[in-house]
């Protein structure tokens, strides 16, 4: 009997764990906290719409690499709007007591008064995060500190103790990742309730001889209860009521409150770039329907970003790789940022006020494409194709106005950061999979442009264009001391572009680029069988050694030859098919002991780096040397080793604005796509999917509006090896199947087994077709 009763608690706990989980929804397992320790400035706790112009978060740390929040820090030194790459601004920061705006650094004595500035403890246990709000309590001062957003404004809810001495301060000038400067600052005071002001300041040395990233911060802040003063800083003097305060370098203002125990103060803001009548406007578009309603607004933020993950449904799997799915999913729409207002104003790259045709279109900053193709690009044109048709048209509008595609936008800018032009990957891939609402004739010329002018300073801003493309297109390589990685990537951006000719019947430059994109082999040498650097009259480097050597951007010789996103086939070929598997296995062998982190900021002295970009494909290489159980395993293993659920192991490497989060959301579907979907017919490379069941729901604009079923049966972890395959009722017996295919509707069945299947999409005519193996005349 004893033993009946203990089976039906342990039958009954089970069925009540199992209807929890069933009711979680998509954005209840997405954590913001997840990888939060030893994090960039971009990936934070805080509060944020998707690609947000606002991205309201708790900062706590000075001036560094990896400045901003840091999870191991039990300290607030301000919720500050703005955590765009490069870009900073606006620090908002409620105090009790002596005022003191003062930012020192976290290891300062952390005790109420002039030797703490004013930064505050924090009670870890009350800190909580989901997408679109933040929470911690504020143990200096006695304050719960609550923040939420919309896309251009934020939304604070502070609830104070008794006093006589409350404040909440706007910090200008604060630390970041990159250097903040304040150049010329104002904040007026507009009411007992409303306060205005514009920061014009520059961040950062990131483009070197290419300039500064000068932008202006505009702001309206409004509160919900009268302030009974407003006063403001410059340096160590502090000014009481008054009506302004300007100047230059450390710039703040304050207002003070008499509060009663539990009283909550409210704090609606918002930001422009363009004016402080256009934060006013965002203020009142977005946050004015909420009518102080805070919950209202926590709800809206949970709701957008519910909608958003709930594209994708998974069934079966543990709840660990559910969380770490839709936080990986949840990051890949984070840290890039909208740039252009409500009604389309926005400031361009010399610094005029531009209007956008449509403005839900918006003109979005991030740093570079570099690579995206692999990540970012294959899962936007899969589940949200109007986002991608949009960064595509914010793309075109930075070329309309300043002459260049940008390889990483940020604030508008052009910067010269990595390598290639690989923004022109993200155009073609969106076009060859029927995402066209842009000026495609625009496109064209733009990457035809790109590909034919040598780069140059730019005379607004920044570096625009390829450096050493003259070289490439006279030699066909880039002679060393030049960077050897750059034949490869400007190769892969030819094909790009040949790619789109070939779409668009133009034959000419069909034949001109799709020729360049062979370049690579210029840098093979058939006697190590390697990429290898070579000077102007093709004599090999000498002392080579493919890990050591340089001339390889973030990266070494071992990596970057197997960077062909658009020719596996051929350089398996030019290597040889077993040495080409033996070396993939052997480094990952050895890196899986370090899973697969360059460790302290070094990639160029790993195997294989999923940390970073350039060989973030290297589990995908084995579908097309003939051994696709090798893909399934090794995929698998980084998904388990280099992806964590916790602040402390989210994402080793640098996780860069979205990337790696892409790369497990499209491989945890058993999904990838070598050259980005850029071929005139795109495909979908298999890997080993994580759950029995995977759902996505198609665009109804772009794709018919049907779903997608992808089923793994009897997936676990060590049923990790595809037995046999199944696309609409049909045999598969290839590791890929065609992009059309997927957006038609339909369902892949993959039946998993913990023994590879060692016959199963191993041929070589199973191999997934790359620019060797195409018939390369338009038709």
């Known amino acids: 009997m004893i033993k009946f009763r203990l089976l039906s608690c342990l039958i009954l706990t089970s069925l009540t764990i199992t209807a929890f989980a069933q009711k979680k929804e998509p954005v209840d397992y997405a954590d913001p906290m997840v990888g939060t320790s030893e994090s960039r400035w971009m990936l934070n706790p805080g509060a944020t719409m998707p690609f ?19 999870y191991t820090l039990s300290s607030i030194s301000g919720f500050s709007h703005i955590h765009s790459w490069t870009m900073a601004g606006l620090s908002v920061m409620p105090t009790v007591g002596v005022l003191n705006p003062v930012i020192y650094p976290p290891d300062a004595p952390s005790t109420t008064g002039a030797t703490a500035g004013h930064r505050s403890r924090i009670d870890k246990q009350t800190e909580k995060a989901s997408p679109g709000y933040y929470a911690a309590d504020l143990i200096n001062y006695n304050i719960k500190a609550e923040i939420t957003s919309t896309t251009r404004g934020g939304f604070f809810k502070f609830t104070f103790p008794e006093t006589h001495d409350g404040h909440v301060l706007f910090n200008l000038l604060i630390p970041a990742e990159y250097p903040l400067t304040v150049l010329d600052a104002k904040i007026t005071r507009v009411s007992d309730t409303e306060i205005e002001g514009y920061s014009k300041q520059k961040s950062g040395n990131f483009m070197s001889t290419g300039g500064f990233n000068d932008y202006t911060v505009h702001f309206v802040a409004r509160f919900n209860k009268p302030f009974k003063a407003f006063g403001g800083w410059k340096g160590k003097t502090i000014s009481k009521s008054i009506k302004e305060i300007a100047g230059s370098d450390d710039v703040g203002a304050y207002v003070d409150f008499d509060t009663q125990e539990g009283e909550v103060v409210l704090l609606q803001t918002a930001i422009s770039y363009v004016s402080i009548e256009q934060a006013r406007l965002n203020l009142a578009t977005e946050l004015g329907p909420m009518n ?24 079966g799997g543990t709840e660990e790789n559910k969380k770490k799915f839709y936080t990986n999913l949840y990051r890949s729409y984070c840290a890039r940022s909208i740039l252009s207002d409500v009604n389309g104003k926005y400031v361009d790259v010399c610094e005029n006020i531009r209007q956008l045709d449509d403005p839900n279109s918006p003109v979005f900053g991030c740093d570079a494409f570099w690579n995206t193709f692999w990540n970012l690009n294959q899962l936007w044109t899969l589940v949200n194709p109007d986002m991608a ?29 990595m390598e290639g032009s ?27 442009h790109q590909q034919t002018q040598e780069g140059v300073k730019h005379e607004c801003s920044g570096l625009a264009g390829n450096q050493n493309l003259n070289a490439y297109i006279k030699y066909g390589y880039i002679p060393y001391p030049g960077r050897t990685s750059n034949t490869m990537e400007f190769a892969y951006d030819d094909w790009c572009v040949a790619q789109l000719a070939k779409s668009l019947g133009k034959k ?16 093979f040498d058939q006697s190590t069988k390697y990429i290898r650097p070579k000077d102007q009259q093709g004599k090999w480097l000498e002392n080579f050694d493919p890990i050591h050597t340089g001339g390889y951007t973030e990266g070494n010789a071992w990596q970057y030859t197997f960077f062909v996103p658009h020719d596996i086939n051929r350089m398996v070929s030019l290597i040889g098919q077993q040495e080409f598997n033996d070396r993939l296995v052997a480094g990952f062998e050895k890196s899986a002991k370090l899973n697969f982190n360059g460790i302290g900021d070094k990639p160029e002295l790993v195997y294989i780096n999923h940390g970073n970009q350039p060989n973030m494909q290297a589990a995908y290489l084995f579908n097309y040397a003939g051994k696709p159980w090798l893909t399934q395993y090794w995929a698998r293993e980084i998904m388990n080793k280099f992806y964590g659920s916790t602040p402390y192991n989210g994402w080793p490497g640098d996780e860069d604005e979205g990337q790696m989060g892409a790369w497990f959301a499209m491989s945890a579907m058993g999904l990838f796509q070598m050259d980005g979907g850029t071929s005139t017919k795109p495909i979908y490379e298999i890997g080993s999917p994580l759950f029995e069941k995977i759902t996505i729901h198609l665009d ?23 037995q046999s395959a199944k696309l609409d009722g049909k045999p598969l017996d290839r590791p890929w199947f065609y992009h059309s295919d997927l957006v038609d509707g339909g369902i892949l069945i993959l039946k998993m087994g913990n023994k590879p299947n060692q016959a199963w999409g191993s041929k070589t005519i199973s191999s997934p077709p790359s620019m060797s193996t195409l018939h390369n005349e338009i038709e």
């Open 292 to 315: 102080w309603d805070f919950e209202a607004a926590v709800k809206q933020a949970r709701d957008t970003w519910n909608k958003l993950l709930g594209k994708i449904k998974v069934e």
């Open 508 to 523: 000419a430059d069909y034949e001109r680029f799709i020729k360049r994109a062979g370049n690579f082999e210029h840098n």
């Open 389 to 417: 048709n949009k960064w595509v048209n914010s793309l075109l509008e930075m070329y309309k106005y300043g002459g260049w595609l940008p390889r990483g936008p940020a604030g508008m800018e052009y910067s010269g950061i």
């Open 52 to 70: 947000g112009m606002v991205q309201l978060s708790p900062d706590n740390q000075g001036t560094d690499w990896k400045s901003g929040y840091e």
């Open 422 to 448: 690989h923004e022109i990957a993200l155009i073609t891939g969106a076009y060859q999979k029927g995402i066209r609402n842009f000026d495609v004739g625009l496109a064209y010329e733009a990457m035809v």
């Open 700 to 722: 109804p604009t772009y794709y018919k509006g049907k779903t997608f079923t992808i089923e793994a049966k009897n997936v676990s972890d060590s049923n990790r090896y595809i």
